[in-house]
């Protein structure tokens, strides 16, 4: 009989120390807080959680992997293309070709671009399943309202007409059907995926922000007429209406769908002096001279080609009433001031996010090209403004110094001018 072998007794487990304190919870909220306007698409459980996955995802890109692609830039990208040009990188073109070759950098953009697919099939299905209840639903509150100006026969330009926007299905102008408003509701339903809810309860922060820095920094201007360029669905013209309920607003856009959804989005959210209209903003001739005090753009130029941009600026110098402003809201320009590595990271969208006319337009010198329009060196208005939210539920932008996208955080420069009188 062999001896038996008895292991070691084993030593007693030491108890788990607590080796910090509980980390506190700084994700997005929860999507059930999102505002529900009388034409916001309904959700199932399903459906929230997948958006809730997807905010939650954008946030950790931004705050937590993005981090590791600058580190990344300085340890090994850098070093290697110094080694092998002897030189510095030249412009922010090299600096993204030198990234794509490192596999932080590429396990980094091919998540944000499947986030962004995601969240586009996400809400595509939302708004699908129940397209004729939306569709009716938003007939029944635009079919006879003078405020809402369609042109049959309109022609998209081509920069809408080329391109599905940030890999939105059909951009801002398709219809699956006649009346649809599917694509402008996936627009509306989504936008808290993308930016980890930093736009507030009824995406209109951006408006919002806009609203309050006119307010506080020009206390005097009291517009009567306003018009919005690019308004897509009217998130943020709705805040203006609101902040000027005596001014009458139009609100231009090229897309059917955006603005019979932004009129029945307005309507019930008591936003009665809008008017939304049908156009190529480009070519405002139905208007008269000098017929608006303030013109407004938000996040709208980057959308637009570098042909166009001059006719805008020219169009806004005409029809603004002296002593009236335009002001662009818009991510930073490219300066010499900002490093070459945040502008090839800001020139992601550009390349794999469907907005070709990012890269082009955040390198122009919209001073320049703001005097050439007609306004006067100056009058310009530069400034900058942040997403004004309910803090208590969804996070401000301009006190989030944890998160940076690069070109999704609602943060933004203004850029404007006022026509001299």
């Known amino acids: 009989m062999a001896d038996t072998v008895h292991p070691p007794a084993a030593a007693p487990a030491a108890p788990i120390q607590a080796t910090s304190a509980p980390r506190a919870y700084d994700g997005p909220p929860d999507y059930r807080v999102v505002g529900r306007h009388g034409v916001f698409p309904e959700t199932n459980h399903d459906e929230v959680a997948r958006f809730n996955f997807l905010a939650h995802m954008n946030r950790h890109l931004a705050a937590n992997v993005m981090p590791g692609v600058g580190e990344a830039f300085e340890a090994r990208v850098t070093p290697a293309f110094e080694k092998k040009e002897k030189r510095s990188f030249k412009d922010r073109h090299e600096v993204r070709k030198a990234l794509t070759q490192d596999p932080v950098w590429q396990w980094w953009s091919a998540m944000r671009r499947a986030t962004m697919e995601s969240r586009q099939q996400a809400g595509r299905w939302v708004t699908i399943r129940q397209a004729d209840d939306l569709n009716d639903k938003v007939r029944a509150l635009t079919e006879t309202d003078a405020r809402l100006v369609l042109k049959p026969g309109f022609k998209q330009p081509r920069s809408t007409e080329a391109i599905d ?6 951009s801002y102008h398709t219809e699956l059907v006649p009346g649809d408003v599917t694509g402008a509701a996936n627009y509306d339903i989504g936008i808290f995926a993308t930016t980890g809810g930093m736009l507030g309860r009824y995406n209109d922060g951006g408006g919002v922000a806009v609203a309050e820095w006119v307010k506080q920094n020009l206390p005097e201007f009291q517009p009567k007429r306003i018009l919005d360029i690019g308004c897509g669905l009217g998130h943020n013209v709705v805040p203006l209406a609101q902040a000027y ?11 059917a769908p955006m603005l019979r959804y932004g009129l029945a989005r307005a309507k019930t959210l008591g936003a009665d002096n809008i008017t939304f209209l049908q156009g190529d903003v480009s070519d405002l001739s139905q208007f008269e001279d000098e017929s608006f005090d303030w013109i407004q753009s938000t996040m709208f ?7 166009m941009m001059p006719l805008i600026f020219a169009e806004t110098k005409r029809l603004l009433k002296p002593g009236g402003i335009v002001l662009h809201v818009e991510q930073p320009q490219y300066t010499d001031q900002m490093p070459l590595f945040e502008q090839a990271m800001r020139d992601w969208d550009a390349f794999y996010n469907n907005e070709p006319f990012w890269t082009k337009m955040h390198e122009i010198d919209l001073d320049a090209w703001m005097e050439k329009a007609g306004f006067s060196k100056d009058a310009l208005i530069h400034g900058g403004v942040a997403a004004v939210v309910d803090p208590e539920v969804f996070p401000e932008a301009a006190k989030d110094t944890k998160q940076e996208d690069y070109g999704r955080k609602a943060a933004w420069h203004v850029i404007g001018a006022r026509k001299v009188a």
Request: proline share 8%.
């Open 165 to 170: 926007h940030h890999c939105m299905p059909g």
């Open 245 to 255: 309920p005596d001014a009458e607003i139009v609100a231009v856009d090229a897309g």
């Open 301 to 307: 130029l980057h959308e637009t080609s570098y042909k």
